[in-house]
């Protein structure tokens, strides 16, 4: 269909953004499916909220703490827009050929009829998103007169010298603004029309397009008294107002952190386990600033960055698989300091506390995939006088070379067993997993020099 006549022929019917939105939300619930794909932690809490505010066809804000997964969530709600909608071809705003707004739009219209040229834009297209920031412009959301233009002939007085603004780019589609607080206040007061009367206002000019944008934003709540604040008609204007939250349960946490890290290596299932209960517990730590929060980044980089000293030894030392074990979780704590604010009487103390809650989430850990095993030969074998060499660039069959009691117990089968350690350097690291659990026990001794760990 590439004009309005075939178009018409078709039996295509028009529908608003938002009857379009909620018409796919409700034949997704129908159907079953998944509304959000890649959104943990939400399903019982954000997510019936937000679909409550999109059936009723509410603009929305999500107001949540850093990484709390906001942005993904209003980058999902594009998914329930018509995969394509016809719009008219070289339309400034995407006008639905049905209904033109623009003069230049109504002029072809009434000069083409049934042969106004027809094209179809996919719904990534209807999309669009903008970091507010202290510099953004009425210009930039809104629009302006356009210069150029004006010098080509056109009278200043002509509506068609204005250059339209993100927003009225958005025409039949969604808009999403991050950190809206960033907004100066007289850029949030240009929005005030658009979100209420749904047209727009540009200098002197009397604009009436009627148009039909879905506006949905976030803020962080601290934002209101640090960097700036949502005004109080723009925030009137919001339909529904939602907060979101950090993963209420481990599983989630585990899932994001699979979801989004780019890993360079193998990071065992446990380890991951690990940073997920790190990053609670600082979440709950007294000696962190709680209103900044602790991002779900902080996990992802430091699943990156164990699977990045995993590749690193592997290659210096010319293993076949890079694998991350337990020693690699100190190279987390090293660099991910940075990504979190402690509480101000905890100056100097930051490495005491990122170790000591590591070492915490760690003996979780190893009590939930371990419990029940008897190391005590382990332990004999070490007060004997064994020892056990790990660290950075100790590969995974030596580490597994240097273990004493090796075919003479079941002990290290039945550990590799409880995480489904297969290949050596998986082995490698279930082994690690316990011995580490063995001395947050203080049933061995451990002692780190330089790149080397003895367990003895």
Do not use: C
Request: proline share 4%; charged share 30%; no cysteine.
């Amino acid at each position: 269909m590439r004009t309005l006549g075939e178009l018409k022929a078709s039996g295509h019917v028009q529908k608003t953004l938002r009857a379009e939105v909620r018409d796919n939300l409700l034949a997704k619930l129908r159907a079953g499916e998944d509304a959000w794909p890649g959104v943990h932690g939400f399903e019982a809490t954000v997510i019936p909220q937000l679909e409550r505010a999109l059936l009723a066809g509410h603009d929305i804000v999500l107001l949540g703490e850093r990484g709390q997964g906001k942005t993904r969530l209003l980058r999902t709600i594009g998914g329930l827009l018509d995969e394509w909608t016809p719009v008219i071809d070289g339309a400034e705003l995407g006008e639905h050929p049905y209904e033109p707004i623009t003069h230049e739009s109504i002029r072809r219209a009434a000069e083409l009829g049934d042969g106004l040229p027809v094209a179809w834009r996919h719904r990534s297209e209807r999309y669009v998103e903008k970091l507010a920031t202290p510099d953004t412009s009425v210009a930039d959301l809104i629009g302006d007169v356009d210069p150029m233009k004006v010098a080509e002939g056109r009278s200043l007085g002509d509506p068609e010298t204005i250059h339209f603004g993100l927003i009225p780019r958005s025409h039949r589609g969604i808009v999403a603004i991050n950190e809206l607080p960033d907004l100066a206040e007289r850029i949030q007061v240009s929005m005030l029309n658009v979100m209420e009367e749904r047209d727009i206002q540009i200098r002197g000019y009397v604009l009436r397009l009627p148009l039909d944008v879905l506006v949905v934003a976030s803020a962080n709540p601290e934002d209101y008294t640090n960097r700036g604040r949502i005004i109080t008609p723009l925030k009137d204007r919001f339909g529904a107002e939602i907060r979101t939250h950090y993963p209420r349960q481990l599983e989630a946490e585990i899932a994001v952190i699979r979801q989004e890290a780019e890993l360079v290596a193998e990071v065992p299932d446990h380890l991951v386990e690990i940073l997920a209960r790190f990053t609670r517990n600082l979440r709950e730590s007294s000696s962190i600033d709680q209103r900044s929060g602790v991002s779900a980044r902080f996990a992802i980089a430091g699943a990156e960055t164990i699977a990045a000293a995993a590749l690193h030894r592997s290659t210096a030392r010319g293993e076949d698989e890079a694998v991350a074990r337990t020693v690699d979780l100190t190279t987390a704590v090293d660099v991910l300091g940075g990504k979190i604010e402690f509480e101000s009487g905890e100056q100097g103390r930051e490495s005491e506390v990122l170790t000591h809650l590591l070492r915490t989430a760690t003996a979780d850990a190893v009590r939930t995939h371990f419990r029940g095993i008897d190391f005590g030969p382990l332990v004999a074998a070490i007060e004997g006088g064994a020892m056990v060499a790990t660290g950075e660039r100790v590969t995974a069959a030596e580490f597994l070379d240097g273990l004493p009691l090796l075919g003479e117990s079941p002990l290290y089968d039945e550990v590799v067993e409880r995480v489904d350690a297969r290949t050596p350097g998986e082995r490698a690291a279930a082994i690690e997993l316990a011995l580490e659990g063995l001395y947050l026990a203080r049933r061995i001794g451990k002692d780190t020099d330089g790149n080397e760990t003895i367990y003895g």
